[in-house]
């Protein structure tokens, strides 16, 4: 168990620091829009088809809108008004709600307004009950199968094509993993749309679409029953199109997603505004689906070093969990990352890296955290790389982390082979069982190097929140402070995407989603 060495106090002090950090942030939330929350509504309304060269019908709608200056009334407005001129379906509503801004329709009566938007809102009530009884349908079978004790094995396919995705999907849960990764195409993040139908042609990845996740939810569901425990599934909600994919991963009923802001401002170089508002968009979906949101600040310390920069993995923690509670996440969707990446030639990295994961499990006791293996320092030397992998899995098990994402020896060589997961999977099944009850053993010395350690990086981390309190957070990430990465506020790409709300806009889906 992690040890006292932190106080209670200097704790609940972190996280008053990371609200006064925050609500400047929620305070553009509240006033501004984006074309992907915009087309996240329309794709609640049932809109999800694609056009003419396979061009998003969401996409379709939200940018004649945008182009016509009236985007910032709501897409749900004009998808009423599509309505009001007689669509019966939601392809007519495209045709018709493409082509309102050019008929300069007049303003209505305050009646017929009134009229319009209770019948969105019915509507929006339904799509709302619709959603909430398919993630009740993967409840019910995860309830009735149950999940594998923590930590859950964590295994990643990356083939480009689904098909070939379910196949090692189904070996690796035959293996023993608990969780499937499916990682995404390169760059997909960048695109300013969500790609339609299955993907058979990907690369380095699979498109995060919403076929594909209904095609390896389908297929976990299967091999769950077959095996008798039910096997999550996790995807990717970032980039410009964070709320599309996270309504389409809870309408085909994910387990995870990989969701955080910080990750594509540092590392994807997607405009802080942008994604922050898009961030509390998609984090208000995967309240409601229970959907537990994985993010990304293992990712610091493979651009800065892991020795020197641990404090910036904290404080960025304490900050992404005051934006998760407020968009109505709880402690058991927190899956705040970080990940055993000291450099292995420096002495002691056993106890620095346990001093690591104790401190952020000191932190948040509650939270299943996701703890990420080394890859930064892999060598193509695999009998290393594996003993180098099975160090994380015993740090994972000492310290109660919930998500085990587990290294694969030839990290620095290839994508992982068939045979190389089972190899990861079935030393971390060992070390699991080994080291079962390891925590409960040992107690942490007060005044030793483990403590003492983490005592220092709070410190730091502590020093870091006071300086984003007083010169604000956009200021930090200019600074480089997190990932030694440095972005501006109007820097980037989407900013565009970005539009202030007029005073009547109108979002029934965001009313709900907030509702107590």
Sequence with gaps: ????????????????????????????????????????????????????????????????????????????????????LGARSPLEAVERLTALPAEKLGPLSPEMEQNIREAVQDEARAAMDDLKSRIAQRDALRKELGNSPAPHKYVIVATGNIYDDVDQARAAAQAGADIIAVIRSTAQSLLDYVPHGATTEGYGGTYATQENFRIMREALDDESRKLKRYIQLTNYSSGLCMAEIAFAAAYERLDMLLNDAMYGILFRDINMRRTFIDQYFSRRICALAGIIINTGEDNYITTADAYEAAHTVIASQFINESFAKRAGLKDWQLGLGHSYEIDPYRPETLLLELSQAMLIRRCFPNAPLKYMPPTKHKETDIFFSHAYDVMADLVAIWTRQGIQLLGMMTEAMHTPLLADRYVALKAASYIYRAAAGIDEEFTVREDGKIAN????????????????????????????????????????????????????????????????
């Design 1 to 84: 168990m992690p040890g006292p060495f932190i106080e209670d106090a200097r704790i609940a002090h972190a996280r008053k620091l990371a609200e006064d950090i925050t609500e400047p942030i929620f305070e553009l939330i509240r006033r501004h829009t984006t074309v992907s929350i915009e087309r996240t509504v329309l794709r609640f309304f049932g809109i999800s088809d694609a056009g003419p060269g396979g061009v998003p019908l969401a996409n379709l709608m939200v940018d004649r809108l945008k182009a016509a200056g009236v985007l910032n009334k709501g897409a749900a407005y004009w998808y009423g008004r599509a309505l009001q």
């Design 453 to 516: 350690r983490a005592r220092e990086v709070f410190g730091r981390a502590m020093e870091l929140l006071e300086e984003c309190q007083k010169d604000g957070m956009v200021a930090a990430i200019g600074r480089g402070h997190f990932g030694d990465v440095k972005r501006t506020e109007t820097g980037g790409k989407g900013l565009d995407g970005v539009l202030e709300k007029a005073p009547d806009y109108f979002n029934p889906f965001q009313d709900m989603l907030e509702a107590p």
